[in-house]
């Protein structure tokens, strides 16, 4: 099984979304997975966010977006994780608090497992680098039976981009 | 020995032993009654799922195995590790600071809190540890919890139940009660996601408001200074990216050299704890972090400024890291002690424990943890006499040995903590007068009553069968067992034990001992005549040795010494271990001689395959424990040898159906032994529905104990839903197994091998 199909298994195990597109349609992806209010953190080089996704949100975006698209600078095929990169630009903000979460993801980023994923994160965590791996939506079963959306998002949605243009 | 699990904090009251047993019997009822359904629910729920997600997966092994291995050279290193740590966290821009207990980690973090009024909290059981949220309060500091459980917690001001889940013994209901209590709203929230949604606009709002956010940390990395907090709700990330300052504190254990050590915790901790591949969130955190810091007071201010771009340090963001000691560091110097601080409270073993699911933490558990682990860590941290308020609750059914994550001996554990309870009570009593000479063994001569009667079960029940039945008539007569009550605490309620008048090895020599001549023989073995076999249940042990010789067996039965199971379990640890040198003595010939060892009951094979381990030389351990077999598992060697399952069938015994429910012994099940018991009754035909729960209740002796009568009763219950409604004939190869599904069911239940052995007049 290819890293990618075992990835989006683990992807509709979790109830993750996810679409699979071109860096040149890479915003239209991004664009049918957002919805209402839309904030976002500048994605890597190829790639770009919808017009009518906030790039530099201000406080007051943050506290009332419904949906934070960021870069995922991994995905973990086994567990269907995406890691986010806590940055200067507040991908780890904007990936935590609007309830839906879109991640970025280029295709060639994808690891097999929580080993790879980890000697991957070590030189960037040993350099002073932090950021978490995403599994699934934010989740409690504290009140009496599971719930998915706590503190964190709701929904997840990964836009997986393939290489090329 | 170290001082560690010496010092307490308070001083036990002159209290007679029955005042005790009546509160302890009056709080096991309240907790089963009040929180045993809810906790109940979720911890078998949890159970379930650790079992589901670690069967299929053929690295688990691998990965506890190399778990352990850091930690264990963590733990050895800690002061290096500490001194490492030190530097990467100062390099990093933050601050370190190990505090030597409770008082000095409050201090340091009152200071460093200054004036600000909201500390947001994630889940942390250290805080819970230092009462971190009392000194935060006396100092004028609100601390907010917002880890769902934690807040339900708090508002109800109440002590978590469970080391992962808090609020665990709460249900919906009590939930929304509280709330509705508590909040006043005008529209009330009812269903959990109501609930949840209502709790996250409540603490969203105070985390948007905190000055201060502190965390706990499952993991600290020496070599880079970075923090592994691993949860679902997401309120940790929350709790450390939105106010500028973040204060992590944890236990000075927790610390792993390097990055990659993580990897093996990652992949086990939330398939032990809750049955998951990996939890929502594993933060891997370097602090002070690079995300800006949100103002919502300014909320047309951008987040970040353009420009800024990159994953260095914020410098608005201040980090500071509490390592506490608060008694690890002697913990690490007590041989015994040491390995609780490998734990990476997953709560797996409360999970997996029938009284745990029973009773839940508030119970089964001390100042601060819960569970069967609580044992090591409030000996360790609070002292004797905390630990000494639940100790009773491990039965040694070591069912949480096999879900432990990192491999630790937990019943092991709270067997020594237990011995040192024994000794220390025997101290303060009114026989430490006694010279020690005149002490009757290895354990000290006040050594609780009751603790002794059933530890030396071995004695009386040869007392019991030379006097039988003068002893079994005793034994039911109103006024002895009145005085069993009131003196050893055994409970009116329980059948107890029926001596033989013959005992299997007098039995063996009448008979004329082997029939199977040692020329004709395929194998020569010992059927090990253990306590209960040659004394009480002698029936299943003629059995064995008739299932022995149709397989074509020499068998011998010779008088040898118990194997100290019981005292063990009463935590008479000296006595155990002689016990051991006594019966490796008696059995080293036979090994010698390339017999094998054949034990009937499961206890004591276990005895000689785990816990002898820690009493005997390491090559004697080898010898004794490579030659002992279950009998069943003998049985299944003994079938793929060649010998066939024909000799065994075909019995006349009128009570038997095919259909059968069997009960494995939680021991045998933690040795996988239940799988040669299975797989020789199917082959000999029989329709075996086997039961999942993980102990029946009866541990050996403890539900003979009064004030642990009921909740004996309470953990078997789920053996009722199994088979209370068939008539399988039932069957468990433990002897207490047997007894208590008799109890529960109103229905004996046979030994395996009474089920499978030729009648005697077939043998030959
Ligand atoms: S002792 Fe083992 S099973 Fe129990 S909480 Fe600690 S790590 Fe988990």
């Not at chain 1, 679409?19 to 919805?35: F, M, Y």
């Not at chain 1, 350099?127 to 964190?152: E, K, Q, W, Y």
């Not at chain 2, 468990?732 to 091998?753: F, K, M, N, V, Y």
Request: aromatic residues 6%.
């Amino acid at each position: 099984m290819s890293i990618e199909t075992t990835f989006r298994e683990s992807l509709s195990e979790l109830d993750v979304a996810v679409t699979r597109t071109t860096p040149g349609s890479c915003a239209d992806a991004i664009a049918d997975a957002a919805d209402g209010k839309t904030i976002g953190v500048p994605l890597p080089e190829g790639l770009t966010l919808p017009p009518d996704v906030i790039d530099r949100p201000t406080n007051g975006d943050l506290e009332t977006a419904e949906t934070g698209v960021t870069p995922a600078t991994l995905g973990i095929a086994e567990t269907g994780s995406v890691h986010l990169e806590s940055d200067r630009a507040g991908t780890e903000l904007v990936s935590l608090y609007p309830q839906r979460h879109v991640a970025v993801l280029r295709t060639e980023d994808l690891v097999s497992d929580v080993a790879t994923a980890i000697d991957r994160l070590g030189p960037d965590l040993r350099a002073g680098g932090s950021g978490v791996i995403a599994t699934g939506p934010s989740a409690t079963a504290d009140m009496g039976s599971l719930v998915v959306g706590a503190h964190g998002p709701g929904e997840v949605h990964v836009v997986l981009v393939e290489a090329g243009r | 020995m170290s001082r560690a699990g010496q010092g307490d904090r308070t001083e036990r009251g002159d209290r007679t032993g029955r005042d005790e047993r009546a509160d302890r019997t009056a709080r096991i009822r309240e907790a089963m009654r009040e929180e045993g359904d809810a906790i109940a629910e979720h911890t078998r729920e949890h159970n379930a799922g650790r079992k589901a997600v670690t069967e299929d997966f053929p690295e688990y092994e691998t990965l506890r195995e190399r778990a352990r291995a850091v930690k264990e050279d963590a733990i050895e290193n800690l002061p290096d590790l500490v001194d490492r740590l030190r530097e990467s966290v100062e390099a990093n821009g933050g601050h370190l600071y190990v505090a030597d207990d409770a008082a000095d980690a409050n201090r340091y973090i009152v200071e460093t809190v200054g004036d600000a009024e909201t500390v947001v909290k994630s889940k942390s059981m250290t805080t819970e540890e230092i009462d971190l949220n009392d000194a935060l309060e006396a100092a004028g500091v609100e601390p907010v919890e917002t880890d769902l459980g934690e807040w339900v917690i708090q508002l109800a001001e109440e002590s978590p139940s469970h080391l992962i889940g808090p609020a665990m013994h709460k249900d919906r209901a009590e939930i929304a009660a509280l709330f509705a209590e508590v909040f006043d709203p005008a529209d009330p929230p009812e269903t959990a996601t109501e609930l949840t949604a209502f709790a996250r606009e409540m603490l969203g709002k105070r985390i948007r408001e905190a000055d201060v956010g502190l965390t706990g940390a499952n993991f600290v990395v020496a070599e880079s200074g970075s923090l592994a907090l691993v949860t679902n709700e997401g309120n940790a990330r929350k709790v450390a990216s939105t106010p500028d300052t973040h204060i992590a504190v944890s236990g000075v254990e927790k610390i792993v050299p390097t990055v990659e050590d993580l990897e093996p915790f990652l992949n086990l901790l939330s398939r032990a704890g809750a049955g998951q591949e990996l939890s929502a969130y594993t933060s891997l955190l370097t602090p002070p972090v690079a995300s800006p810091v949100p103002d919502f007071d300014a909320p047309d201010e951008p987040l970040s400024a353009p420009d800024d771009e990159g994953t260095t340090a914020n410098p608005d963001r201040e980090f500071h890291l509490v390592l506490i000691d608060n008694g690890r560091l002697a913990m690490r110097e007590d041989e015994d002690l040491r390995e609780t601080l490998y734990c990476v409270r997953c709560g797996a073993c409360a999970n997996s424990c029938g009284n745990f699911q029973s009773v839940g933490g508030h119970v089964f558990g001390g100042e601060t943890y819960t569970g069967g682990i609580a044992g090591g860590w409030e000996a360790g941290i609070e002292g004797l006499n905390v630990a000494g308020e639940f100790n009773d609750l491990c039965t040694g059914c070591s069912r949480c040995v096999p879900a432990c994550p990192v491999k630790i001996d937990i019943p092991w554990i709270n067997t020594v903590v237990r011995d040192r309870i024994n000794r220390r009570k025997a101290d303060a009593s009114d026989f430490a007068f006694l010279p020690d000479g005149l002490a009757p063994d290895a354990e000290p001569a006040g050594l609780d009553l009751g603790k002794r009667f059933v530890g030396d079960f071995a004695t009386l029940a040869k007392w019991g069968h030379r006097t039988a039945p003068l002893a079994n008539r005793l034994a039911d007569a109103g006024p002895v067992r009145a005085a069993l009550e009131r003196v050893v605490g055994i409970d009116r309620r329980r059948d107890l034990p029926t001596f033989a008048s013959e005992s299997l090895v007098e039995w063996f020599d009448r008979r004329g001992g082997a029939r199977i001549p040692l020329a004709d023989a395929d194998r020569d073995a010992i059927l090990y005549p253990d306590t209960y076999t040659n004394y009480v249940d002698v029936e299943r042990g003629k059995a064995a040795v008739r299932a022995l010789e149709a397989l074509g067996v020499h068998v011998r039965v010779p008088s040898l010494p118990p194997s100290g199971r019981p005292p063990l379990s009463q935590g008479m640890v000296a006595t155990a271990e002689e016990r051991a040198h006594d019966l490796y003595a008696a059995l080293a010939e036979h090994v010698d001689a390339d017999r094998d060892v054949v034990v009937v009951e499961p206890s004591d094979l276990a005895m000689i395959r785990s816990e002898y381990e820690r009493f005997l030389e390491p090559a004697a351990f080898e010898r004794l424990a490579g030659a002992s077999y279950e009998v069943l598992e003998y049985v299944y060697g003994l079938l793929e040898n060649g010998a066939s399952i024909d000799a065994l069938v075909g019995g006349d015994d009128a009570t038997r159906t095919s259909e059968l429910a069997y009960h494995p012994h939680c021991q045998a099940r933690t040795l996988d032994l239940e799988v040669y018991t299975l797989t020789v009754l199917e082959r000999a035909g029989y329709d075996v529905r086997t039961s999942d729960t993980e102990c029946c209740g009866m541990a050996g002796s403890f539900g003979y104990k009064t004030e642990y009568y009921e909740l004996s009763i309470d953990v078997g219950e789920p053996l009722v839903e199994d088979f209370g409604g068939t008539d399988r004939t039932l069957v468990a190869s433990g002897t207490s197994c047997g007894e208590q599904l008799d109890a529960l069911l109103d229905r004996p239940a046979r030994h395996p091998i009474e089920l499978l052995a030729p009648p005697d007049s077939a043998s030959r």
